[in-house]
Every structure is written in structure tokens, then in C-alpha cells.
């Protein structure tokens, strides 16, 4: 952790419905260190208007804060700043790219270049066929085999109407495991 009295807390945000909720994760986030998000294109169609209480970085900003070499590179400058990553909702299209290392959004590149000596949480959000699909499971197990800690979902009535399992866990339930995450560093 960095020298800062509070954890610095970098929360990715994909597009998955879940994102809807994201006011509430904003709070509670901000209750455990200093915040910056990174949003994917596809969040930004989900994520209430009212909730930026810190710097929110999209993919322009990483491709128009940088004009020449020597210039700071932002996913770099965000894996720097960071003492935790957290990044929920995970959509099931996000872990995809995440468990085979691709990088052609700002939140994946951050991913990408993550040192995983520091936490990385995740809580997927997803509709329950897509948390039961077979390549969810090896998607999971690879980045639990980096060291990434895995917030489950919750079973109950999703935004499309199915009822099981691939709700977003509750805010106090990701917020308690970046604590965890962030005492056993």
C-alpha cells in the first residue's frame, strides 16, 4: 500500500446492468480510501448520472492525455497510483477478455498491466446462464490462479426477469472484501 494515511482505490466499471447500483459501491468505496474509476463505453450506458464523487477515466482520456513519448500513459499512471483494484460489475465479456489478456479498453489495459503482488478484486454480474456457462468457471479459476479475489454473485430476480444465480453482490459485501483485501497486503 502507498504512503497515503487512506488506500487508494481503483474501481473499474463494465457494461453490465449491474452498474445501475453503482451509486451505492461509489459510497461505500469512498467510506474505505481515495476513489478514481475507470468505466468501459458500455458502463456509461448503465451508470447513474449523478454519481461522479471522484475522477472518472474513460478510454478517450487515456488516448488524449497522451501526445508524445514522455508523456504519462494513463493505464500505467493508474496502476501506479493504486493500492487495490476492484473492478465491479465484471462482466461476463470483461472476465473473457481479462482471462486471456486482452487490453483494447483503458479498464483492460489496466488490467493488463496490474501487478498482482497488490489485490485485485472482482464481482461478476451476469445473467444466470452466462454465470453457468463452462468457460465462466475456467475464465474465474485462471484469475484466481493470479491471486484475484472473487466476490460471488447473488441468486435472486435479475433486471431481465430470470430469477438464480448472477446478481451483483451488495456493496457492503464487495466493500468488506477490498477491506480484506487491502489488511492482508
Known amino acids: 500500500m502507498s504512503d497515503a494515511k487512506r488506500p487508494q482505490i481503483l474501481w473499474g466499471i463494465t457494461g453490465s446492468v ?8 461509489a459510497l461505500a468505496l469512498g ?3 481515495d476513489v478514481q474509476a475507470v468505466v468501459t463505453r458500455r458502463a456509461k450506458h448503465f451508470i447513474p448520472r449523478d454519481i461522479p464523487l471522484f475522477p472518472v477515466h474513460d478510454d478517450d482520456n487515456e488516448w488524449n492525455s497522451w501526445q508524445k513519448l514522455g508523456d504519462p ?3 500505467i499512471e493508474l ?3 493504486a493500492d487495490v483494484f476492484v473492478i465491479a460489475p465484471l462482466s461476463a465479456d470483461a472476465l473473457a477478455k481479462i482471462a486471456i489478456g486482452m487490453a483494447d479498453t483503458l479498464l483492460l489495459s489496466v488490467a493488463r498491466a ?3 503482488s ?3 478484486v472482482v464481482a461478476p454480474a451476469m445473467n444466470t446462464m452466462m454465470w453457468e456457462h463452462p468457460i465462466t468457471r475456467e475464465h474465474l479459476a485462471k484469475l484466481e ?3 484475484v479475489r472473487v466476490v460471488s454473485p447473488v441468486a435472486k430476480e435479475l433486471a431481465c426477469a430470470d430469477v438464480g444465480m448472477g446478481a451483483q453482490a451488495s456493496a457492503e459485501t464487495i466493500t468488506a472484501a477490498v477491506r480484506g483485501a487491502i489488511a492482508s497486503k
Open 18 to 25: 449491474a452498474a445501475i447500483r453503482s451509486d451505492r459501491l
Open 118 to 120: 497488490r489485490p485485485l
Open 114 to 116: 496490474w501487478d498482482y
Open 145 to 147: 490462479s493470479w491471486g
Open 31 to 33: 467510506e474505505v480510501g
Open 73 to 75: 500513459v494513463l493505464h
Open 79 to 81: 496502476r501506479r497510483w
